[in-house]
Protein backbone atom coordinates (compact mmCIF):
# COMPACT_ATOMS: atom_id res chain seq x y z
CA UNK A 1 0.00 0.00 0.00
CA UNK A 2 1.38 3.01 -0.60
CA UNK A 3 2.41 5.20 2.32
CA UNK A 4 3.38 9.32 1.54
CA UNK A 5 0.85 10.51 2.93
CA UNK A 6 0.18 11.26 6.56
CA UNK A 7 -2.82 10.03 8.00
CA UNK A 8 -4.78 10.94 11.31
CA UNK A 9 -7.61 9.99 13.32
CA UNK A 10 -10.75 12.00 12.12
CA UNK A 11 -11.83 12.45 15.67
CA UNK A 12 -10.26 11.31 19.16
CA UNK A 13 -12.82 8.63 20.21
CA UNK A 14 -12.00 4.88 20.72
CA UNK A 15 -12.86 2.21 17.71
CA UNK A 16 -16.03 0.86 18.72
CA UNK A 17 -16.62 -1.05 15.88
CA UNK A 18 -13.41 -2.75 13.37
CA UNK A 19 -12.93 -3.61 10.06
CA UNK A 20 -14.68 -7.25 9.44
CA UNK A 21 -14.51 -7.56 5.64
CA UNK A 22 -17.09 -9.41 3.96
CA UNK A 23 -16.88 -12.61 2.59
CA UNK A 24 -18.79 -11.90 -0.92
CA UNK A 25 -19.54 -8.44 -2.16
CA UNK A 26 -22.89 -8.19 -0.70
CA UNK A 27 -22.21 -10.00 2.70
CA UNK A 28 -22.49 -8.77 5.91
CA UNK A 29 -19.51 -7.13 7.67
CA UNK A 30 -17.84 -3.63 8.17
CA UNK A 31 -15.86 -1.96 5.28
CA UNK A 32 -14.31 0.35 7.65
CA UNK A 33 -14.10 1.03 11.55
CA UNK A 34 -16.08 2.75 13.41
CA UNK A 35 -15.07 5.60 15.99
CA UNK A 36 -16.88 7.09 19.04
CA UNK A 37 -18.30 10.55 19.18
CA UNK A 38 -20.03 12.37 20.73
CA UNK A 39 -23.28 14.22 19.04
CA UNK A 40 -22.37 17.02 17.62
CA UNK A 41 -18.26 16.68 17.66
CA UNK A 42 -16.15 17.86 15.04
CA UNK A 43 -15.03 15.62 12.34
CA UNK A 44 -11.73 16.20 10.51
CA UNK A 45 -10.21 15.15 7.51
CA UNK A 46 -7.73 12.82 7.91
CA UNK A 47 -5.29 13.40 5.86
CA UNK A 48 -4.75 16.29 2.88
CA UNK A 49 -6.88 15.85 -0.53
CA UNK A 50 -9.65 16.85 -2.62
CA UNK A 51 -13.41 16.22 -1.54
CA UNK A 52 -14.90 14.13 -4.55
CA UNK A 53 -18.40 13.88 -2.27
CA UNK A 54 -20.25 15.64 -0.05
CA UNK A 55 -24.26 15.56 0.68
CA UNK A 56 -26.73 12.45 1.00
CA UNK A 57 -26.45 8.62 0.89
CA UNK A 58 -29.65 7.33 2.42
CA UNK A 59 -30.70 10.33 3.89
CA UNK A 60 -27.36 10.84 5.98
CA UNK A 61 -24.56 13.08 5.14
CA UNK A 62 -21.24 11.88 3.78
CA UNK A 63 -18.03 13.05 2.80
CA UNK A 64 -15.58 11.33 0.31
CA UNK A 65 -11.89 12.29 0.14
CA UNK A 66 -9.43 11.24 -2.71
CA UNK A 67 -5.77 11.86 -1.11
CA UNK A 68 -2.26 12.08 -2.83
CA UNK A 69 -1.64 8.13 -2.23
CA UNK A 70 -4.82 7.02 -4.27
CA UNK A 71 -6.57 6.16 -1.02
CA UNK A 72 -10.43 7.17 -1.06
CA UNK A 73 -11.67 7.97 2.87
CA UNK A 74 -15.11 8.03 3.66
CA UNK A 75 -16.55 9.32 6.96
CA UNK A 76 -19.97 9.77 7.85
CA UNK A 77 -22.80 9.79 9.18
CA UNK A 78 -22.39 13.83 9.52
CA UNK A 79 -25.07 15.94 10.83
CA UNK A 80 -23.83 18.68 8.81
CA UNK A 81 -21.18 19.73 6.07
CA UNK A 82 -18.74 22.44 5.82
CA UNK A 83 -17.06 21.41 2.38
CA UNK A 84 -18.22 20.71 -1.24
CA UNK A 85 -17.20 18.13 -3.91
CA UNK A 86 -14.00 19.74 -5.25
CA UNK A 87 -12.68 21.48 -2.26
CA UNK A 88 -8.93 20.64 -0.97
CA UNK A 89 -8.85 19.89 2.23
CA UNK A 90 -5.62 19.66 4.71
CA UNK A 91 -5.12 17.17 7.34
CA UNK A 92 -7.44 18.15 10.46
CA UNK A 93 -9.38 20.39 8.63
CA UNK A 94 -13.23 19.83 10.12
CA UNK A 95 -15.27 18.58 7.07
CA UNK A 96 -18.40 18.90 9.55
CA UNK A 97 -20.04 17.42 12.75
CA UNK A 98 -21.06 13.71 14.04
CA UNK A 99 -24.45 12.70 13.53
CA UNK A 100 -24.46 10.33 16.79
CA UNK A 101 -22.38 8.27 18.58
CA UNK A 102 -19.95 7.06 16.37
CA UNK A 103 -19.07 7.69 12.58
CA UNK A 104 -17.94 5.26 10.44
CA UNK A 105 -14.49 5.74 8.56
CA UNK A 106 -14.19 3.79 5.40
CA UNK A 107 -10.79 3.26 3.30
CA UNK A 108 -10.49 2.52 -0.48
CA UNK A 109 -8.04 1.73 -2.93
CA UNK A 110 -9.93 2.03 -6.76
CA UNK A 111 -12.57 -0.71 -6.03
CA UNK A 112 -10.89 -2.53 -3.33
CA UNK A 113 -11.94 -1.69 0.36
CA UNK A 114 -9.07 -1.75 2.90
CA UNK A 115 -9.15 -1.78 6.91
CA UNK A 116 -8.34 1.67 7.86
CA UNK A 117 -6.36 1.10 10.95
CA UNK A 118 -3.44 0.57 8.17
CA UNK A 119 -3.18 4.31 7.91
CA UNK A 120 -2.44 5.21 10.96
CA UNK A 121 0.71 5.26 13.06
CA UNK A 122 0.58 1.93 15.19
CA UNK A 123 -0.04 2.87 18.54
CA UNK A 124 -2.47 5.59 18.09
CA UNK A 125 -5.96 3.73 17.98
CA UNK A 126 -7.34 3.16 21.46
CA UNK A 127 -10.06 -0.24 20.83
CA UNK A 128 -12.47 -1.00 23.72
CA UNK A 129 -14.33 -3.95 24.05
CA UNK A 130 -17.84 -4.48 22.78
CA UNK A 131 -20.40 -7.21 23.98
CA UNK A 132 -20.73 -10.29 21.91
CA UNK A 133 -24.27 -12.03 22.42
Known amino acids: MP ?4 YRLPVSGPVVDGWRPPSNPYGAGNRGIDLGTTPGQIVSAVADGTVTFAGQVGGKIWVVVLHGDGVR ?23 GHALGTSIHLGARIGDEYIDPTLLFAQGSLRLIPTRSG
Open 73 to 95: TTLGPLQDVGVSAGDRVSAGQAL
Open 3 to 6: SSVA
